[in-house]
């Protein structure tokens, strides 16, 4: 293998800005959704219409901190998303590597529009759960799509940053469905309704992106479209002479149509590190805790004695901090690396949710509430925590899979991944209240383990990624790490079908 890889020639051009930009608003379409769930719960008028079990208990006198919300249909209605998005994420990838991945994209909005019309003008449970389950389609075809597309585009110097726009449009999206709640809290009786209409405008910008972006090189060369292949590199990268980094795309792109069965293909010796790093580090992002903090942030602060719309305000604060700690992550990725940004975070992390939990523990009983100055402590704690998440393993945890996978399995190993992540995602969703109800404050002390468990990941068997080009990963990472290098024999041809 040459060192070609850092000698390609680029220029940011306006246009290859704008495709970066338009292809994330995919993330802000996840963002939005994830922050909207938790805010719409909350709603009486949500509640009173759909889950009049819920609002009863909620209204309850004596009710218990932890247990006000347990209730599996109402988890099933956050959660349900995540399993659409988990079967559909196959289907993504096959659509990816058949269709391409604008096509791809494209069907991403269209079933997220469908599924913001269905909820909010939901009358029964079913068009609700529809509507949920329209919108995890859209997720799981938008989180498959985007973050290779991104890859795929970026100049490897700055892979990183331009991955992480993914990322921080989720945070963005987290953000802006808090501040919709807060506003549409006091819409009696159809506040909810508007919530979730308004997912709709992130998908009809990306419905309209998707038909200004470029499909990528790889995808065209993939499929036998050198020329527009070619023509498509030369118009990413704002110059004429692309030859080099052409010929590595092209060499890729032949191994990729002589391997023709993908997901066969993930299940090779060789291809089982990329493998394994995708899957452990999309578990291992739900396993901080983070979508139980952001689902629930109202929830939450509510548990710790702040009323409706102060919780709900609280959660604007934690969705402010989730974006501006995201732009650290794109200033540093290429600068410190992905092994330095995601160890720092463990131990930040781990002390944040140890302290929360301890809080909880000694100050928060079954009833009653928080003392102001511990609720602000608890609420800053959970800023730090969320900080620390924002600028490693949120970015980073669908950044490396999308890095370290060679052409031939891109598509179907990134699909493991989205999967992973939305398994464990519904996971967490389905029985995070559950778990609040009867673990209480040790559920923090459940997650703070699990973040030890990654930091020691990281330190063992994680390889780092910066400034490595993406064809050349095989070479330059797996086979020269300590213990993924025993997975590689030394025949080239080792991802290849016999």
Same mark, same amino acid.
């Given at each position: 293998?040459?060192?070609?890889?850092?000698?390609?020639?680029?220029?940011?051009?306006?246009?290859?800005?704008? !495709?970066?930009?338009?292809?994330?608003?995919?993330?802000?379409?996840?963002?939005?959704?994830?922050?909207?769930?938790?805010?719409?719960?909350?709603?009486?008028?949500?509640?009173?219409?759909?889950?009049?079990?819920?609002?009863?208990?909620?209204?309850?006198?004596?009710?218990?901190?932890? !247990?006000?919300?347990?209730?599996?249909?109402?988890?099933?209605?956050?959660?349900?998303?995540?399993?659409?998005?988990?079967?559909?994420?196959?289907?993504?990838?096959?659509? !990816?590597?058949?269709?391409?991945?604008?096509?791809?994209?494209?069907?991403?909005?269209?079933?997220?529009?469908?599924?913001?019309?269905?909820?909010?003008?939901?009358?029964?449970?079913?068009?609700?759960?529809?509507?949920?389950?329209?919108?995890?389609?859209?997720?799981?075809?938008?989180?498959?799509?985007?973050?290779?597309?991104?890859?795929?585009?970026?100049?490897?110097?700055?892979?990183?940053?331009?991955?992480?726009?993914?990322?921080?449009?989720?945070?963005?999206?987290?953000?802006?469905?808090?501040?919709?709640?807060?506003?549409?809290?006091?819409?009696?009786?159809?506040?909810?309704?508007?919530?979730?209409?308004?997912?709709? +405008?992130?998908?009809?910008?990306?419905?309209?992106?998707?038909?200004?972006?470029?499909?990528?090189?790889?995808?065209?060369?993939?499929?036998?479209?050198?020329?527009?292949?070619?023509?498509?590199?030369?118009?990413?990268?704002?110059?004429?002479?692309?030859?080099?980094?052409?010929?590595?795309?092209?060499?890729?792109?032949?191994?990729?149509?002589?391997?023709?069965?993908?997901?066969?293909?993930?299940?090779?010796?060789?291809?089982?590190?990329?493998?394994?790093?995708?899957?452990?580090?999309?578990?291992?992002?739900?396993?901080?805790?983070?979508?139980?903090?952001?689902?629930?942030?109202?929830?939450?602060?509510?548990?710790?004695?702040?009323?409706?719309?102060?919780?709900? @305000?609280?959660?604007?604060?934690?969705? @402010?901090?989730?974006?501006?700690?995201?732009? +650290?992550?794109?200033?540093?990725?290429?600068?410190?690396?992905?092994?330095?940004?995601?160890?720092?975070? !463990? +131990?930040?992390?781990?002390?944040?949710?140890?302290?929360?939990?301890?809080?909880?523990?000694?100050?928060?009983?079954?009833?009653?509430?928080?003392?102001?100055?511990?609720?602000?402590?608890?609420?800053?704690?959970?800023?730090?925590?969320?900080?620390?998440?924002?600028?490693?393993?949120?970015? @980073?945890?669908?950044?490396?899979?999308?890095?370290?996978?060679?052409?031939?399995?891109?598509?179907?190993?990134?699909?493991?991944?989205?999967?992973?992540?939305?398994?464990?995602?519904?996971?967490?969703?389905?029985?995070?209240?559950?778990?609040?109800?009867?673990?209480?404050?040790?559920?923090?002390?459940?997650?703070?383990?699990?973040?030890?468990?990654?930091?020691?990941?990281?330190?063992?068997?994680?390889?780092?990624?910066?400034?490595?080009?993406?064809?050349?990963?095989?070479?330059?990472?797996?086979?020269?790490?300590?213990?993924?290098?025993?997975?590689?024999?030394?025949?080239?041809?080792?991802?290849?079908?016999?």
């Amino acid at each position: 293998m040459t060192n070609a890889g850092e000698n390609f020639k680029s220029r940011i051009t306006a246009y290859v800005v704008a !495709c970066w930009i338009l292809a994330a608003f995919g993330g802000l379409m996840f963002g939005y959704d994830i922050g909207i769930s938790g805010g719409v719960t909350g709603m009486d008028d949500f509640l009173i219409k759909f889950f009049p079990k819920v609002h009863k208990r909620k209204l309850h006198a004596k009710e218990n901190n932890y !247990c006000k919300y347990d209730d599996q249909l109402l988890q099933l209605f956050t959660s349900s998303l995540y399993l659409a998005a988990l079967v559909a994420s196959f289907g993504a990838s096959k659509a !990816c590597s058949k269709l391409g991945r604008k096509p791809t994209i494209l069907m991403a909005s269209a079933f997220f529009i469908a599924g913001a019309a269905l909820s909010a003008s939901a009358e029964h449970k079913w068009m609700l759960i529809l509507g949920r389950i329209l919108f995890g389609i859209g997720v799981g075809f938008g989180n498959e799509a985007v973050p290779v597309f991104l890859t795929e585009i970026a100049p490897v110097q700055h892979r990183g940053a331009v991955n992480i726009l993914f990322q921080l449009f989720v945070t963005i999206g987290i953000l802006i469905a808090n501040l919709v709640n807060y506003g549409t809290s006091t819409m009696h009786p159809n506040g909810w309704r508007a919530s979730l209409g308004l997912a709709a +405008v992130p998908a009809v910008i990306l419905f309209v992106g998707s038909l200004v972006i470029t499909e990528t090189p790889a995808s065209l060369v993939e499929r036998g479209k050198e020329a527009d292949g070619k023509a498509a590199l030369k118009k990413i990268r704002g110059v004429d002479d692309v030859d080099a980094e052409y010929e590595q795309i092209k060499i890729a792109s032949e191994t990729a149509r002589q391997a023709q069965k993908p997901f066969r293909n993930l299940m090779k010796k060789a291809s089982m590190p990329p493998l394994i790093i995708a899957i452990v580090m999309q578990v291992f992002q739900q396993f901080t805790g983070i979508n139980a903090v952001m689902f629930y942030a109202p929830v939450l602060f509510q548990t710790v004695g702040f009323k409706a719309d102060a919780s709900l @305000l609280s959660a604007v604060i934690t969705g @402010l901090v989730n974006v501006s700690s995201t732009f +650290v992550s794109i200033y540093t990725v290429d600068k410190l690396g992905r092994r330095k940004l995601l160890l720092q975070a !463990c +131990v930040q992390m781990f002390i944040s949710q140890m302290a929360i939990g301890g809080i909880l523990l000694f100050h928060l009983g079954e009833t009653g509430t928080l003392n102001k100055n511990l609720g602000i402590v608890v609420v800053v704690l959970v800023c730090t925590f969320v900080m620390s998440f924002a600028w490693s393993w949120g970015p @980073l945890g669908w950044l490396v899979p999308s890095e370290t996978f060679p052409l031939e399995t891109r598509t179907a190993g990134f699909a493991f991944a989205v999967s992973s992540n939305m398994l464990f995602t519904f996971l967490i969703a389905q029985v995070f209240l559950s778990m609040l109800c009867h673990m209480r404050a040790y559920i923090f002390f459940f997650f703070s383990a699990w973040i030890l468990v990654m930091g020691l990941f990281v330190v063992f068997l994680l390889p780092e990624t910066k400034g490595v080009p993406i064809d050349l990963m095989v070479e330059r990472v797996w086979k020269q790490h300590p213990v993924w290098k025993r997975f590689f024999s030394n025949d080239p041809r080792s991802y290849e079908m016999a």
